[in-house]
């Protein structure tokens, strides 16, 4: 028996589990082990089990292949990795009938994967976890943000189709070590087109592909190429630039009916060449920049701002025609039938007195037929200056026709263009 009291720090007694036990047997009463008291310590969960036997003698630092020149990798689409990894294989019987598990990434070797086209560093998430079936095939859905150099061609603008290529290939592994094939058939990736996304912009046509190997450095590697095949979708772009033109072409077209002895004419003329101007300048961030080749939008509004100018110069030789003969005393009406009286009483001033009776007859006689000779002279005057008109009319009515033959012809030309380009 323990005695209740006071003791000291040192002389506190020790009691062993085999004492309780053995005072407790002394006293009569039936004791059972304490270890079978205490709860039971849970078994580790089959998935756990796994886990740890795939894991014990792998190291993700090392190639793992039984025979080092064994080694089959396939990638597809963008994103999605798949090896066989011989080393994470199990039974799935003996872990209660589990076929495939989640895997850290960092636990798991993964090859040297890189693209060619790389010319940044996107912003492509995260995804720390694999999956791992029972025949050591492991699964990386992993999303890349591509940022690549890609050659566009712009002649076509806004018609144009470009292909960009993406390389997949590995730095160190030669195809000894580390071969890459495609997951599914090139016809369809080429043609499935439900995996990806279009942008506002571009639609994307088709994503061929092809494998091929290069020798270097007494070595094969394993290269595959998807080609994105992209079309840009041209209505912004003709609403925004081309149809504007082709209206203020058509404006321009219309003004050659305006008379061409009017005054309005060239001032119209000019404010459409001004208007288009303006209307260039400010669409100048939409074009395309490049310096190797000129779009052939921009032929077009060149040539464009051209006509307009050419149309504007015709206009001012044909207003030069028709006032190249104008008599000084020409003005307003009523400016010219004052002059006209004026020059009537300065070379006829016996008119004046037509009421004096005392003027001879026969002189009267002829300052009438004087008067009568300068004003056939001046119908005749006037026959010419319509004739002048006339002929100038004409000029200008040949001139539109060539103006037109010649925008016609360029419009049909550029059309093809687009079109041949937009087919390729």
């Not at 030669?174 to 996304?197: H, P």
């Not at 077209?253 to 003329?269: A, D, E, M, Q, V």
Request: charged content about 20%; aromatic content about 10%.
């Amino acid at each position: 028996m323990l005695k209740q009291g006071k003791l000291e720090d040192t002389e506190r007694p020790t009691i062993t589990l085999k004492e309780i036990q053995r005072s407790l047997a002394w006293s009569g009463i039936i004791t059972t082990p304490l270890a079978e008291l205490l709860p039971d310590k849970p078994k580790r969960s089959a998935l756990n089990q796994l886990t740890r036997a795939l894991l014990r003698k792998y190291d993700c630092g090392v190639r793992p292949v039984q025979t080092w020149t064994n080694m089959h990798l396939s990638c597809t689409s963008f994103y999605i990795l798949v090896m066989c990894l011989l080393f994470l294989v199990w039974d799935p019987e003996e872990f209660d009938g589990i076929t495939e598990i989640s895997l850290s990434s960092d636990t798991i070797w993964v090859p040297d994967l890189i693209i060619s086209e790389f010319v940044d560093v996107g912003e492509s998430p995260a995804i720390p976890y694999v999956y791992v079936n029972s025949s050591g095939m492991v699964k990386n859905n992993k999303p890349i943000q591509v940022v690549s150099a890609c050659d566009l061609e712009m002649y076509a603008f806004p018609f144009d189709k470009h292909s960009c290529p993406l390389t997949f290939r590995s730095w160190l592994h030669s195809v000894t070590e580390v071969n890459l094939t495609l997951w599914r058939s090139a016809d369809e990736i080429a043609n499935n087109q439900k995996s990806f996304m279009d942008d506002g912009e571009w639609e994307l046509l088709s994503v061929p592909s092809r494998y091929w190997q290069v020798h270097q450095d007494e070595k094969d590697y394993a290269h595959i190429q998807f080609n994105v095949l992209i079309r840009r979708r041209p209505l912004l772009y003709v609403v925004s630039l081309v149809i504007p033109s082709i209206f203020l072409m058509v404006v321009d077209i219309i003004s050659f009916y305006l008379p061409p002895n009017s005054g309005t004419r060239i001032t119209f003329k000019t404010s459409v060449l001004l208007g288009y101007t303006v209307f260039r300048v400010n669409l100048m961030d939409e074009m395309p920049a490049t310096a190797i080749r000129t779009p052939l939008i921009g032929v077009f509004f060149a040539v464009c701002m051209a006509l307009l100018v050419l149309n504007l110069a015709i206009s001012i030789l044909v207003v030069k025609l028709l006032h190249h003969n104008e008599k000084e005393c020409g003005g307003d009406r009523e400016a010219f039938f004052q002059t006209f009286q004026r020059c009537i009483y300065l070379r006829f001033p016996i008119l004046l007195n037509v009421d004096n009776p005392s003027l001879p007859t026969h002189l009267l006689l002829q300052e009438v037929v004087a008067l009568r000779l300068y004003l056939q002279d001046g119908e005749r005057d006037d026959s010419a200056q319509s004739e002048w008109v006339a002929l100038c009319c004409k000029v200008d009515l040949i001139l539109f026709r060539v103006y037109l033959f010649i925008l016609v012809v360029y419009t049909s030309t550029l059309v093809i263009l687009w079109a041949s380009w937009s087919s390729i």
